[in-house]
């Protein structure tokens, strides 16, 4: 089916806490780091609020539907910002959207992430030269993660995903605080 | 259809042609919307679409209203300035007209008199200017 | 009598722009009287993206993805539309196969889009499992897509004069596959939903759009089938080869939120119905007539009209003989349906205007534009 590609070197979100975790031996305790754990628990439940927005909303929601299924990722649809920690920009952001979109992001909690799916949030895309669209929803919130495509397919979502929960492996409490 | 809209109409139908299914008129403001309740009268019940084209040198509003018994279609073309335009609203004769009208408005700065709403649609309110006009 | 000394007021209830049940980015004003709809305001232009003013600053054959991007559920008809008044224009015809292959693109964009309708409302009426059951379907429709022109979504089948590739092999047996599976499908979805006690009552005699207010807002398809009004542009201005092809329009006299439903899954069995008989009719041959490399229609206008799976999507073109449009007009079938939903919505209560709104499936892309 479509793009068949080799597996990345990519570790499955259950075992992103694996590398900093030692069982110390002879009994049932780990030693872990506070970073692992959170990071860990954080990548494997990211609960979006999917701002569909245009055509990249419907491979958004077939990517979460039956066939790509985004719920085996931790990955679960919320309809409010307050219950959620991603927002999928997906389609083009105009002029009168934004301060929708601005609002919507200031309601959601910290910790936050966005990814911007397809070429009109990543920076305007076909309609990078009309008089009403942002060109990128960089122009409004901090982006973590960009994903192209036109509309990208499931699968290239899904790698975006992947990519979000790498990076947020690789947080540390240390580099929030001061 | 094109002999009643003569006779109504008289002097102020500026022309008229029949193009495969469609009776394209042109006719001045002030005829408007007689000419469109004539047509309604006579079967036109259809408000296809309503819209305008500028052609640099003058604004065009374009009508399009369609018998869904004969399946014909009838063109009424209303030649406008392209600054300051006005134009009878057809509101009252079709329901459809309403937000058509305020899409016009919008995006070309056509003003509608009597129309019950005339704010813009799908700009933000407070945009200045009417991009579809070149 | 005890409401007579109870002071009550209207409330503004802001439903959108983001909303999981508003179809896209659509604000609805509505003003309650307690539970029950007394006025509602659409509010539109959140996905407005200027592509008519873009048509102008692109050459004719560049303009044709833009119009895949309208109403993104069935981009094949966005396509037609415009490839027909452009077609109309230039006095230009397609070769057969490329006939029937449109008519099997928008058969199949067809049956796709009311699938999304299934989901959708399904959905928005809290029955999930319709909603993962029809989106599977839907993946076999895409898995078609992507075998002929490698897109899923944004198709781009049309191209002014045919359409962009012929079908490669395997295309014609997966689609009778896929037509052989579909009936018995679609039989599940009426299972699911149309003998359900629950949706039954949520849909059953809720939203009523009488035909004379459904024709004076020139609503189309199946919001205006499901008022008993015949209307089919495959039928009343055919175009491609549906005048050679045998199917039923569609009606349902309800008027009511079930009836439009009901309007979609039949016609989802006559598209299969038109599939197959284009599957077994498709002749050999060109699948592109001879276009110049600068395409340049003679001034002129021209409307082409076809029937989406919302309703009469039509594009008028005006040609002032450059390589661009003088203008290009895109009529979007949802712009009406969406102009005459507060008709349909006074009266219901707040839990019915998500059911109502579903039933007229409007599309954001092609009333934004």
Redesign the interface.
Known sequence: ??IGTREPERKAPATLAADVVARLPGGNLVLTTVDAVLNWSKASSLWY???????C???M??TA???YDLDRFGLI?R?TPRQSDLMIVS??V????AP?LAQ?HAQMADPKYVIAMGGCACEGG??H?????VQGVDQIVPVDVYIAG??P?PEALIDGIFRLQEKIKHESLRSKVG | MIDLLRAQLGDALQSAEQVDDELRLRLPAQSLVAAARLCKEHGYNYPCDLTAVDTRSELVMVYRLISLHSGQQVVLSVPLPRSGARVPTLSGVYGAAEWLEREVYDLFGVRFDGHPDLTRILLTDDWEGHPLLK | MLQSSVQTEHVTLNMGPQHPSTHGVLRLELTLEGEVVVDCRPVIGYLHRGVEKIGEARTYPQFLPYTDRLDYLSSASNNAAYVLAVEKLMELEAPERAKYLRVIALELNRIASHLVFVATFGNDLAATTAFLYAIRERELIMDLFEMWVGARLTQSTFKLGGVSDDVPEGFVQQAREFCRLLPGRIDEYDRLLTGNRIFEARTRGVGILPPEVALDYACSGPTLRGSGVALDLRRAAPYEVYDRLDFDVVTNSRCDCLGRYLVRIGEMRQSLCILQQCLDRLPAGEVRAKVGRVVKPPAGEAYGRVESPRGEFGCYVVSDGGTSPLRVRLRAPSFFHLAALPQMLRGWKVGDVVAILGSIDIVLGEVDR
């Open positions: 089916m479509g609020l999917s701002y569909g927005l245009a055509c909303a419907i491979e929601m077939c539907a039956s066939r649809f309809g389609g083009t105009t002029k009168k959207m929708v919507l076909p309609f030269d009309s008089y009403f669209t036109c509309p397919r």
